[in-house]
């Protein structure tokens, strides 16, 4: 595992502060100059994509380090990243080719299905409320295959049905993202560790008691820093 440091979760949680503090303060000096050109709303469509990026590879990063799913959150990582790099180039070169946009979008829902879901496999469920997990795998790719339809094929029926889907897919995916952690909360203490489970539960104790260790070692950092300062 890489160290504190230079963890990947560490560097998207950066990245995310210093586009959030560039995209407000951008903001704050289009407004007050009066000055809104194209120059100020590709920059700050820049530091809005970075920190969408940086949200998402938080996500995904988080489950990575923490060994739950680690080749999916592998991917959703290298998801997001590409398709950052692609927005950006599409933002600052003026990309007028729509296939280029329906692919950007495209891999955008992925995207953002795959940091929800990393996130969401960082909760430890019993059997009994493994259900849920899967349930948020359906809804999550049934919304991006609702959206991929919508960028690339015109609609074959009443396109108000279309949206109607949609809004029924969103609530549910809310649901999902309230219902698990409550379901989490109920399973501490009560996960079942079966054959197949096993692995899973040691790589979630080592991860826990390298993070205590870790802040074991900043607290310990900072009392020696208060005795030098009496």
Not at 12 to 30: E, Q, R
Not at 57 to 77: D, S, T
Not at 109 to 116: M, S
Request: proline share 1%; hydrophobic share 55%; with cysteine.
């Amino acid at each position: 595992m890489l160290s504190r440091s230079y963890s990947i979760k560490n560097v998207f949680l950066y990245s995310l502060i210093v586009s959030v503090c560039l995209s407000a303060f951008l903001g704050i000096i289009a407004i007050l100059s009066g000055d809104f050109g194209e120059l100020q709303i590709k920059v700050i469509l820049t530091s809005l994509t970075i920190s969408g990026a940086s949200l998402g590879g938080l996500c995904c990063g988080a489950a990575y380090e923490a060994r739950r799913v680690p080749f999916f959150a592998l991917a959703g990582i290298l998801l997001v990243g590409v398709t950052a790099l692609m927005l950006l180039f599409g933002i600052w070169t003026e990309v007028r080719w729509d296939a280029y946009w329906q692919m950007v979008g495209t891999m955008s829902a992925f995207a953002t299905a795959f940091a929800h879901l990393s996130l969401l496999q960082m909760a430890r469920l019993t059997r009994l409320y493994q259900t849920a997990i899967w349930f948020g795998y359906v809804v999550d790719f049934a919304m991006c295959g609702l959206i991929s339809y919508l960028i690339w094929w015109d609609y074959g029926f009443d396109e108000d049905w279309m949206f109607r889907l949609i809004g029924v897919d969103a609530i549910l995916i809310a649901a999902v993202s309230i219902l698990i952690p409550i379901l989490h909360r109920l399973s501490r203490g009560e996960v079942d560790i079966t054959d197949g489970d096993i692995e899973a539960t040691l790589a979630d104790i080592d991860y826990e008691m390298s993070s205590l260790k870790q802040r074991l070692q900043e607290l310990e950092a900072q009392k020696i820093r208060l005795l030098e300062q009496v």
